[in-house]
Every structure is written in C-alpha cells, then in structure tokens.
C-alpha cells in the first residue's frame, strides 16, 4: 500500500492484514475446533491458524480485501457481530456441500459475481462467515 509522507519524509504505513481476531463468547477452544473441524483451519500450537499466501492456489496470488461497512448494512445479516470473515476457498461447491454433510448452518444463498463465488455458513456462536472461490483472471 501507500506511504505516507510526514516532516518531508515517506513514513511506511500499512502494508496488508497481520490478523483477524476476535472474542469467543463461550469455550474459545471448542470454537477453535469447530473451525478446524468444518473449514480445515490447521491450528497451531498457540491454538489459531496462519495462512501463506503460497498456499493459495487461485490465479491472483492472494490477495485480501478490507472494507467498512455502514451501521445500516444487511451484509452481515443474520448475525448481529460487529464483523464478518471473509476465508478464501478453491472449490465453494465442494466446501458448502461437505458442511451441510457436517450439519453446519449454511445459508442457502450463494452468489456468482465478477470477483468469484461467494457461500455463508454461520459458526456455532452465530457469526456469519463469508467463503469466496477468487474468479479466474480475464
């Protein structure tokens, strides 16, 4: 991203996201699990997951979007927490289809745009989860 320039000199500022974290408001360990359990999240030994954009198989190389959303917006919908996760996936079909074999509380709605495929399965503490398949470069 951009620098900044501050007394004449370029400051460096961000330069991507570092990490997603947020409060469990029941056993974290056990959401942890769940996590692992239903999306293939490796957990490491300090009990999150780290994820290398080698890893990513889609034609952009990885990339990560940050967005603010309004007050009023529905996006989140129908969970009422004050953000959502977007994790990328390789096959949406393959990854909704295995979680409604595990029972998880996939929403049936899943939208084709420009930017990919996008499905939302909400964790067992009622946050919304978005999982996006990148399109292929034009």
Not at 87 to 114: F, H, P, Q
Request: with cysteine; net charge negative.
């Amino acid at each position: 991203m951009g620098k900044l320039v501050e007394h004449g000199e370029a400051m460096a500022r961000v330069t991507g996201i570092g990490g997603v974290f947020f409060k469990s408001t029941g056993d974290s360990a056990a959401l942890a699990e769940w996590y692992r359990k239903h999306l293939g999240l490796q957990l490491e030994s300090f009990g999150g997951a780290i994820f290398r954009w080698p890893d990513d198989k889609a034609e952009d190389r990885g990339v990560t979007v940050w967005s603010v959303a309004k007050a009023t917006s529905k996006w989140f919908h129908p969970s009422d927490a004050q953000f959502m996760i977007n994790y990328r996936v390789d096959d949406l079909d393959a990854v909704i289809s295995a979680l409604k074999a595990e029972g998880c509380n996939v929403l049936e709605k899943t939208m084709d745009s420009d930017y990919g495929k996008f499905g939302w399965v909400i964790d067992p503490e009622g946050n919304k989860i978005e999982l996006w398949q990148p399109a292929p470069s034009q």
